[in-house]
C-alpha cells in the first residue's frame, strides 16, 4: 500500500516545529512549570509526535488529528511545551480545511462543546477564576482554529463554485458562437445556392443543347439565353457579396425579394425551359389586402425558385404549374407541380441541396415542407412531382399594405 507523498510546505512545517520546540525545552522555556507529574525529557515525546504529523496535515488529515489529539492529552502532565501546542492548533486547523465535508462540519461543533465542557469541569472542580482561563486556553488551541478552519473552507468553496460557473458560462458562450457561426453559414449557402443555381442550371442546359444540336437558330437562342442568366446571375451574385460586406457605410442594403416579382420568377424560368418542351403557369390567389412579413415572403419566393430550378433541369416536358395562396388560418401556402419522369435531351446535374435548403427555410419558421411524386391531379396513370410548402402567419405579424 502506498502513502501519498507529503507537501514540501508540510514537511517545511513539522521540521521547523520540532527544532524550534527542541530549542524552547533546551533553554527551559516550559507552559506548565517544573511542577508537572512527569518528567522534563517526556515533553519530547509529544513534541516529536505531532511534528512528525504535520507532514501528514493535507493527505491524511483525520489520522493526524485523532493521534495528535492523543498526544496533546499527554503534554499537561509534562512541563509542555508552546511548540507542541501551536502544532496541534494547525492540524486542527488542516483537519477542517482538507479533510472531508463530514469532518468539516463535526469538528469545529466537537471542538466547541469539548471547551464548554472543559470550562465547566475545571470551574466545578476548582471554584476558582483559573478555570475559566483553562477554558480559553482550551478554545484557542481547538475551537479557534476550528472555526478558523470552516470559514477559509467556506470561501475556497465559493471561489470554486464561482470560477466553474465563469467557465459554464464561457463555455456557453462558446457554443452559442459556434452555433450562430454554423446558423449563418447555412443561411449563406441557402441563399447562394437558390441565388445562383437557377441561372447556372439554365446555362448548362442551354450550352449543352447548344453543342450537341448543329443549328445555327438553336445555338443562337441558346446563347441568348446563356447571355441573359450570365447576366442576372453576376448581378445576383453582386448583390449577395453586398450584404456581406461588413461597411455598412459604404453599402446599401438592397432589398430581399418579395412575392410581387413571382410573375418575373415564373417568366424568366419560361424563357430557360422553353427548350426543354415546358410551359410554367403562375396562379397567384393571396388575399391583397395584406403585406406578409419579409422573412414570409422570402421563404415562399425562395421555395418557388428552387422548385422551378429543379423542373428545368429535370422535369419531363409539360405544365409546369406555381399556385400561391393565402389559407385563412394565417398561414401562406405555396405549391409547385411539374411533370415527373426522364426526359430525352440535355439535363443539369442535380446535387439535392435545393430540397434541403428549402426545407431549412420552411422549418426556420415552424411551417410544414415536403417534396416528392404524388398522382396526377387531372387523372390517369401519370405522376407529377409536387413541392408544397405551408408558411404559418399569425394576425399580429400581418403588415397592413401601402
Known amino acids: 500500500m ?15 516545529g520540532l527544532l524550534g520546540g527542541l530549542l524552547l525545552w533546551a533553554l527551559g522555556l516550559h507552559t506548565n512549570g517544573l511542577r508537572a507529574p512527569l518528567p522534563s525529557w517526556v515533553t519530547l515525546v509529544p513534541l516529536v509526535v505531532v511534528a512528525g ?20 492529552v499527554l503534554d499537561p502532565f ?12 494547525d492540524l486542527v486547523y488542516a483537519a477542517v480545511v482538507y479533510g472531508t465535508p463530514a469532518s468539516a462540519r463535526r469538528i469545529p ?14 470551574l466545578a472542580w476548582l471554584r ?9 486556553v482550551t478554545g484557542l488551541v481547538s475551537f479557534g482554529p476550528a472555526t478558523t478552519g470552516a470559514i477559509v473552507r467556506n470561501h475556497r468553496e465559493a471561489a470554486n463554485a464561482a470560477r466553474l460557473r465563469a ?14 457561426i454554423a446558423a449563418e453559414r447555412a443561411r449563406m449557402a441557402r441563399e447562394l445556392h437558390d441565388l445562383v443555381a437557377g441561372h447556372l442550371s439554365a446555362i448548362a442546359i442551354h450550352s449543352t443543347a447548344a453543342l450537341s444540336i448543329d443549328d445555327a437558330s438553336t445555338t443562337k437562342q441558346a446563347l441568348t439565353v446563356i447571355r441573359e442568366n450570365s447576366v442576372e446571375g453576376l448581378a445576383e451574385m453582386r448583390r449577395l457579396i453586398g450584404l456581406l460586406r461588413e461597411r455598412s457605410g459604404d453599402v446599401e442594403p438592397a432589398a430581399a425579394p418579395t412575392l410581387a416579382g413571382l410573375d418575373a420568377l415564373v417568366a424568366q424560368a419560361g424563357t430557360n ?4 418542351g415546358l410551359t410554367f403557369v403562375l396562379h397567384d390567389e393571396r388575399d391583397t389586402g395584406t403585406r406578409l412579413p419579409a422573412p414570409v415572403e422570402l421563404a415562399a419566393y425562395r421555395v418557388v425558385q428552387e422548385s422551378l430550378t429543379n423542373a428545368i433541369k429535370h422535369a419531363e416536358a409539360g405544365d409546369v404549374r406555381v399556385e400561391v395562396s393565402g389559407g385563412a388560418g394565417g398561414a401562406l401556402r405555396v405549391t409547385v407541380t411539374s411533370p415527373f419522369g426522364r426526359r430525352p435531351g440535355p439535363r443539369a ?7 434541403v435548403g428549402m426545407e431549412e427555410r420552411v422549418a426556420l419558421l415552424d411551417g410544414r415542407f415536403e417534396a416528392g411524386p404524388a398522382p396526377d391531379p387531372a387523372g390517369g396513370h401519370a405522376k407529377i412531382w409536387r413541392v408544397r410548402a405551408v408558411l404559418p402567419v399569425a394576425d399580429d405579424d400581418k403588415e397592413p399594405s401601402a
Do not use: C, K, W, Y
Open 349 to 355: 446535374p442535380g446535387s439535392g441541396a435545393g430540397l
Open 53 to 72: 504529523l504535520e507532514p501528514l496535515r493535507r493527505t491524511m488529515p483525520r489520522t493526524a488529528l485523532a493521534v495528535g489529539t492523543a498526544a496533546i
Open 109 to 122: 461543533v466537537t471542538t466547541g462543546m469539548i471547551t464548554l465542557a472543559v470550562t465547566i469541569g475545571f
Open 128 to 136: 476558582e477564576p483559573v478555570a475559566l482561563l483553562i477554558g480559553v
Open 167 to 180: 467557465e459554464q458560462t464561457a463555455l456557453l458562450a462558446e457554443m452559442d458562437r459556434t452555433q450562430a
Open 2 to 16: 502506498s502513502f501519498p507523498r507529503p507537501h514540501r510546505d508540510d514537511v517545511l512545517l513539522g521540521v521547523t
Open 78 to 89: 509534562t512541563p509542555g511545551n508552546i511548540a507542541t501546542v501551536l502544532m496541534f492548533a
Open 273 to 276: 425551359g422553353a427548350a426543354s
